[in-house]
């Protein structure tokens, strides 16, 4: 069984990825527009360079997305995706990363849980947690 976060995009899926792949050091392992689709031609216009599906993998888990019709859109509440690693230099990266031209709504610090842990809504509007493995 595997259960993974499928974030849906208002247009940026492609950009989002490519700024993913960097920061997790992922491979995204599949992608596909809605003009490379077999229903590509029920496709409005300017959905066909859109993400219709990708998948990107890292480590033994995956990330996936698509970018919606714009009218079917709607921000990501009351969810986070939440990343744990085991150094503390390893997470913090991650989320100095992730949260480049974002906002910071908990800043990466020790806590009473963890050595390192921070929360972020990063610049395509995705909410993060980013948190080490290693106790306090």
């Not at 993913?20 to 077999?38: D, F, I, N, W």
Request: aromatic letters at 10%; one cysteine or more.
């Amino acid at each position: 069984m595997e259960i993974a976060p499928y974030l849906v995009f208002n247009g940026r899926c492609a950009e989002a990825f490519k700024f993913y792949t960097a920061v997790l050091r992922g491979k995204v392992e599949m992608s596909q527009t809605h003009g490379e689709s077999p229903m590509s031609d029920q496709v409005s216009p300017d959905l066909k360079d859109k993400i219709m599906h990708i998948r990107m993998v890292v480590g033994n888990f995956a990330l996936m997305g698509s970018d919606a019709p714009p009218s079917m859109y709607a921000p990501p509440a009351g969810t986070a995706v939440s990343v744990a690693v085991d150094g503390v230099a390893e997470a913090e990266r991650i989320f100095k990363g992730l949260s480049d031209q974002g906002t910071v709504t908990m800043p990466f610090q020790k806590t009473f849980w963890s050595a390192g842990f921070g929360m972020l809504t990063d610049r395509f509007g995705v909410p993060w947690m980013v948190n080490t493995n290693q106790p306090a």
